[in-house]
């Protein structure tokens, strides 16, 4: 016996990696609809080896359904996800809308199983924003072992996080740089990101960071511990799937770094590739499709007491949502519905 399980937003990047990573885990599916707006009605999306032809999410009646992991924006989520949750149906949402409610747990499971306790104040629970996603199965294990007082994080983040139109900008924008008369004029970014970089994400605060520097901040204190001091800046490059972290740590007490290698590798959802060598660590292009979180360049930061610096990459569209999104759905199973 096993669980009905709708996608929402089954045709975009994020809603399609659902689908087949759930297909991979071979999830216990009982039923399962892929839902997605008017406008994407009758688009056929794949699961594992069969077709699903999209429902209309507006008319869905989630009664009866156990589980519905949202990839849709906020406005969407608004609209739908509290009338999935009031009909009894656990909502397990990708978008920022719930991450900092305090009635809903933000949930990494390599990091923070038990939380998934709290989901039933409103039959919803959150998955974090991609770039925190991937840093806090890093800080975890070291922050059990020494105790973290701050994190400085830079992140070079893939144009696959602002979605499909900048996957196509990047790829034209490129392309017109070799062919004279197809220039292209930049439209999702506000700078051209071809052989470029743009060290700004969403959008400023008053204090002139960004929201997604903030979001890392906020995330980290509520999934790992709020006592954690955290600064970010987050730059997008022209990469297309995979973002990259380099991350600074000071810690309470000393870590040594042979000590800390040991500890990532045999942390959960973490592979260590750390060789100080030509090629002896990870970049983007590697991480495509894998559900690991990469971590290379582990080396004692001595310009502190107690610091360390490493390398961190992982696919943004898998561990940094769909990924965790169905493990918190396997959580959800294993610990709460018990089904399957
Ligand atoms: C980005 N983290 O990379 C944001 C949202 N996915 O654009």
Known sequence: MGYKVAVVGATGNVGREMLNILAERQFPVDEI?????????????????????????DT??????????????????????????AAGCVVIDNSSLYRYDADVPLIVPEVNPQAIHGYSKK???????????????????????????????????????SGKDAIDELWNQTKGMYVPGQEVEPSVYPKQIAFNVIPHIDVFLDDGSTKEEWKMVAETKKIVDPAIKLTATCVRVPVFVGHSEAINIEFEDFLDEDEARDILREAPGIMVIDKREDGGYVTPVECVGDFATFISRIRQDSTIDNGLNLWCVSDNLRKGAALNAVQIAELLGREVLKKG
Request: overall charge positive; some cysteine.
């Open 123 to 161: 039959n919803i629970i959150a998955n974090p924003n991609c770039s925190t996603a991937q840093m806090v199965v890093a800080l975890k294990p070291l922050h059990d072992r020494a105790k973290i007082k701050r994190v400085v994080v830079s992140t070079y983040q893939s144009v696959s996080g």
């Open 33 to 57: 609809v892929a839902l997605a707006s008017r406008k994407s009605l009758g688009t056929e999306v794949s699961f594992g080896d069969t077709t699903l032809t999209t429902k209309d999410l």
């Open 60 to 85: 869905f009646d989630f009664t009866g359904w156990d589980m519905a992991l949202f990839a849709v924006g906020s406005t969407a989520t608004k609209q739908y996800a509290p009338k999935a949750a």
